[in-house]
């Protein structure tokens, strides 16, 4: 069962935040999250792994309560350059990894 | 140097006819991964190859076969080829399994009329 995602879209303007949410309904082993720009790759941003832990990568951070099943991606004083399409990815113990829908991020000047 | 690479970029074939897609990693990494990702961009992983082993075989139809020829290498062979498989493709890498970031390839784009 794939994780669910929200907001299915979101636009900021440069500068402002964000927060993009990942839920699953099973015990997760890890979260992925991965940004992909139009016509191009998926490119992996970070991993959190069950532990609760939380990651930064300059203005970009995540968050992973793995009591709730739930990841939080933040985007802080957003650039142009964060505009794409951001995937979670979960994982389970078993080697089950499902993406969610995405959530759609437009950074406008 | 390209670190995940697919070939073709670009697919165009028509409905029954048999096709590869090529995938080549320079990473040295150990797991390497197809997905499918739709026209709605959903992404979905199909196989996944741990040194050479399939480790990860998502529920899609037999028509599609992985292959494996050394672990820089994960080809995919799709027979029969249907409307729906019209997709875009992409191939990638990680060190050692799902614990580990994955490096994508640039995908192919295949188009089936």
């Known amino acids: 069962q794939q994780p669910v995602q929200s907001p299915q879209a979101v636009i900021l303007r440069e500068g402002e935040d964000a927060v993009i949410n990942c839920s699953s309904s099973?015990?997760?082993?890890?979260v992925h999250w991965y940004r992909q720009k139009h016509g191009e790759a998926p490119v992996f941003l970070m991993i959190?792994?069950?532990?609760?832990e939380q990651k930064g990568h300059e203005k970009i951070s995540a968050s992973f309560n793995e009591k709730k099943q739930q990841s939080s991606l933040y985007l802080t004083a957003s650039q142009l350059s964060y505009s794409g399409t951001y995937f979670c990815?979960?994982?389970?113990?078993?080697?089950?990894?499902?993406f969610g829908a995405g959530t759609r991020l437009t950074v406008k000047p | 140097d390209t670190a995940v690479s697919q070939t073709p970029k670009y697919l165009v074939t028509q409905m029954g006819n048999d096709k590869s897609i090529k995938c080549e990693q320079n990473?040295?990494?150990?797991?390497m991964y197809w997905y499918k990702q739709d026209s709605k961009k959903f992404l979905k992983i199909m196989f996944s190859?741990?040194?050479?082993?399939?480790?990860i075989n998502e529920t899609v139809p037999n028509r599609f076969s992985p292959k494996s020829p050394d672990k820089a290498h994960l080809n995919l062979h799709i027979n029969s080829l249907e409307l729906g498989d019209s997709a875009v493709y992409f191939c990638?890498?990680?060190?050692?399994?799902?614990?580990?970031?994955?490096?994508f390839g640039p995908g192919t784009r295949l188009t089936v009329t």
């Open positions: 190859y741990n040194n050479k082993e399939l480790i």
């Open positions: 099973k015990a997760l082993y890890s």
């Open positions: 990638a890498s990680s060190r050692q399994g799902l614990a580990y970031e994955q490096y």
């Open positions: 959190l792994l069950k532990g609760g």
């Open positions: 990815g979960t994982v389970r113990a078993n080697n089950d990894m499902r």
């Open positions: 990473l040295g990494h150990d797991t």
